[in-house]
């Protein structure tokens, strides 16, 4: 009978995408001296945003039997500046960086929540 604004799901959505890209570089991080290791992204919130009609398979057999296998959002970085000696691409500076500006894209996505909030609760008191 009620269902959730658009603009409240579009929040929700950008706010589970932060804390996913979150995760990304916070592996990034950990694995900042691990030989060989390849820094890895998740794809911006607006390509993620324009696929959602499609749906994506995470694992073999899911959604349907016959269905391939499809990569995940999480892809490695070919941005990433130049190997270090050992084979690795992870750059601090560039994490950090990332960090800070997956930061502002969560503090959106929770300022338009509860600015939706706030006019929904308008809306509903008489």
Known sequence: MFDIPDVMRTAQGMARHAAARQVVIAENIAHANTPGYRARDLADFSATYAGAGKMLATRPGHLDAGSQHQAALVTVDSDAPARSPNGNTVSLER??????????????????????RGVLRAALER
């Open 95 to 116: 994490e950090m960086m990332r960090a800070a500006q997956n930061r502002q894209s969560h503090d959106l996505a929770l300022a338009v929540y509860s600015s939706a």
